[in-house]
């Protein structure tokens, strides 16, 4: 029998759980309904042998039910099959009291099952209509027999006790089918859901097990606190991974008396943008530690070269990238140069806000074959200088009453207000606006803040 009903279940309705358990009791019964319609016929027919309406639907109803199995096999609508077999009943039904005693037929009663089978085989909205039809057939009896059309009363005296024990059982059965078949087959894909739950939830926590280790190994990478106050010592660092690892990285470095930073903005955010910061960090550690370029300009063609080396970008479909604003302070001459990759430079002196522009081409991505060149910038930095690098994670943060976009502008409002406070200050001041500002909303991106004191 399970052969049977999974032949007939459609292609389509396989993959999905709810619409195969629905498929599975459409079919089986049908399948039910098919034996009652033999068996009743089976049994009437003996009581009756002469009854021509019995034998036409013993005839009929039987390859009516295996067509519309064919049919539901063949386009899987659930609303085409519950119609289809709906207005079938209800004909049958309706003309089975009109010969068998009207109201006060056993076969009247049968009717509210006709609604059932809308609603379970199709939509709530065909209950209420088929509901309303058999209100209809209700009430066309009661009005025939209250004018008396029809002697319905004489023709329940010439019924068999035995014909309204047989509509009392094949009643109580289709009931039994649709109720408790039902709640079989819903308790089966409950169980299945609760099974593909605790799987889920089992590969779910060791996928952020992994993020997490590789948060740890993310965290390694970056500049360390210590290592950033002897570089850098009027500073502070905003670090809001939208994940648990970050596409967004900075980078220190010392060489011949320099100091270098970089903060990038890689392709993405979570898993693969940590990949890619990963490369940005060795990159940037080969140019400036074992090939010694000091030029910020040379060291960004050098960390796109090694960008499209790496991803092999010449040979494959791959457009990853990152964004990078390079600095170098010279603190003897009290010098600062710039080279970026779309990312700006904010300087705040005296409570003015200064921007320098970056080259306007990405690290790798596209156009991987032409040269790349990087203007480099040289500021004469003056004591309270604020230098401000940044991603743009903060800016495009949406938020506040509107849920708008914070913008560009917005952000330097801020960072020009904050050139009379101290790093740590200047930390906390950017984050409050920044919580507040996104409130219940979802984070955007990653978000990355290194502040300079001079």
Not at 392 to 405: L, P, T, W
Request: neutral net charge; aromatic residues 14%.
């Amino acid at each position: 029998m399970k052969k049977l009903i999974a032949y007939f279940i459609p292609e389509k309705h396989l993959d999905d759980a709810e619409l195969y358990r629905k498929s599975k009791f459409s079919v089986a019964f049908i399948y039910f309904a098919l034996c009652c319609t033999i068996l009743i016929f089976g049994y009437t027919y003996s009581l009756r042998p002469d009854d021509i309406g019995n034998i036409i639907v013993g005839i009929v109803f039987p390859p009516f039910l295996v067509f519309c199995l064919w049919l539901f096999k063949r386009n899987g609508s659930f609303v085409m099959l519950a119609n289809i077999i709906c207005v079938f009943c209800l004909i049958t039904i309706y003309g089975a009291p009109f010969v068998t005693g009207g109201l006060y037929s056993p076969d009247a009663y049968t009717l509210y099952i006709v609604p059932v089978l809308a609603v379970v085989l199709g939509t709530y909205r065909m209950g209420l209509v088929y509901g309303c039809l058999t209100m209809l057939g209700y009430f066309s009896y009661y009005i025939m027999d209250m004018y008396h059309v029809m002697p319905f009363r004489k023709m329940v005296d010439t019924l068999s006790p035995g014909y309204f024990l047989m509509n009392l059982v094949t009643t109580a059965l289709f009931l039994f089918f649709l109720i408790f078949r039902n709640e079989k087959l819903r308790l089966q894909l409950v169980s299945e859901l609760r099974g593909s739950n605790k799987m889920i939830l089992e590969k779910n926590q060791e996928i952020t097990d992994s993020i997490n280790y590789g948060r740890r190994i993310q965290n390694a990478l970056l500049p360390q606190a210590e290592a950033m106050s002897k570089l850098f010592p009027q500073s502070f660092v905003l670090y809001k991974p939208k994940d648990i690892v970050s596409g967004d990285f900075y980078w220190i470095s010392e060489k011949g008396g320099e100091a270098f930073l970089g903060v990038a903005d890689c392709t993405g955010h979570g898993v693969p943008g940590a990949f890619m910061s990963m490369i940005g960090t060795s990159v940037l550690n080969q140019a400036v530690n074992e090939k010694s370029i000091s030029d910020v300009g040379l060291v960004l063609q050098d960390l796109n070269t090694g960008i499209v080396s790496s991803l092999k970008q010449n040979e494959t479909a791959t457009h990853d990238g990152m964004d990078i604003a390079l600095i170098k302070l010279n603190k003897e001459r009290n010098k600062l140069y710039y080279a970026a990759a779309n990312r700006p430079l904010y300087l705040v002196r005296n409570n003015e806000l200064f921007e320098h522009k970056p080259t306007k081409q990405p690290i790798g991505g596209f156009y991987m074959e032409q040269e790349k060149n990087f203007t480099v910038t040289e500021i004469e930095l003056q004591n309270g200088d604020c230098i401000f690098l940044s991603t743009d994670g903060f800016a495009d943060q949406f938020g506040g009453e509107k849920n708008k976009k914070m913008t560009t502008k917005n952000f330097k409002v801020l960072l020009s207000e904050m050139g009379n406070k101290t790093p740590a200050e200047q930390q906390s001041y950017l984050d409050d606006k920044f919580t507040r500002w996104k409130g219940q909303y979802e984070q955007m991106d990653d978000v990355l803040v290194v502040g300079i004191g001079i």
